[in-house]
């Protein structure tokens, strides 16, 4: 792979007694989508929240554009251009739609040019640009919540499972507006367990199993191969259309 963003190696967690990833190796091109697969349990959260430093690699190497960051503490991995959305979505549920971007953005001040591009990803952010984010359907919080990791120019975006719990439109919505950003360039490493919305945004892939990656590819391979569905992750992605 030449000149990966990201790069885990041998990397290992532990969360009190427990043992939770045991030797990832993981590469993320720049540019494009990554796509992490893998059943309940296997560690792709975990992953995602020990390269942001939330939880710390007891073992291994964390890479980011050519520097370690597996010991530093996460507001130094945020600030080098890494942004997380995490499962939970942490927007502030008493604040305007408004007050979160704004919280997010760097010195408190908002690119008028790339707000209106985000409104266009997510329309409904527009339409209730001053209501209380804790007022909004599951969907638009969670537009909200990748919102705040777009308001300013990242290197690496981390995104856990957007598209969980979601009804399809919103799903459809999310897969266009992702694919907007994909067109602009970014890098994201994606957790996803829709496999429709994985198929179409993915262009590699990671699988997951027992706390390490067992499969890294491109995801036409992965989506070509009913056999490699079915061995990897037990379903086939076209059982989910």
């Known amino acids: ?30 540019g494009g989508f990554t796509v992490l697969l893998g059943r309940n349990g296997a560690g792709k959260t975990t992953t995602l929240r020990t390269i942001m430093g939330l939880w710390k690699a007891s073992q291994g190497r964390i ?3 050519g520097d370690e960051i597996a010991a530093r503490p996460t507001p130094d991995i945020a600030g080098a251009g890494i942004a997380y959305v995490p499962e939970n979505m942490s927007i ?4 305007t739609v408004r007050e979160n971007l704004l919280l997010a ?16 990803l997510f329309p409904a952010l527009q339409r209730f640009f001053g209501l209380a984010a804790g007022a909004l359907s599951g969907g638009q919080k969670q537009m909200l919540a990748i919102a705040r990791a777009l308001i300013e120019p990242r290197e690496l ?21 992702f694919r907007e950003v994909k067109s602009a360039g970014a890098t994201v490493l994606l957790v996803e367990q829709n496999f429709m919305a994985a198929r ?20 036409a391979e992965l989506a070509g191969d009913r056999a490699l569905q079915q061995r990897l992750l037990g379903l086939h992605l076209d059982q989910h259309q």
């Open 105 to 120: 953005a760097r010195g408190g001040e908002i690119d008028g040019k790339r707000l209106q591009w985000i409104f266009s």
């Open 157 to 177: 975006i981390l995104i856990d499972e957007p598209t969980k719990g979601l009804a399809p439109v919103i799903v459809a919505n999310m897969i266009r507006a």
């Open 63 to 65: 890479r980011f554009a």
């Open 92 to 95: 502030f549920a008493g604040l």
């Open 200 to 219: 179409m945004l993915g262009d590699t892939v990671a699988v997951m199993d027992d706390g390490r990656v067992v499969h890294h590819g491109a995801m």
């Open 1 to 30: 792979m030449i000149d990966p963003l990201l790069t885990l190696e041998d990397v290992h967690t532990h969360i009190g007694r427990y043992h939770i990833l045991q030797g990832v190796d993981l590469a993320v091109p720049r």
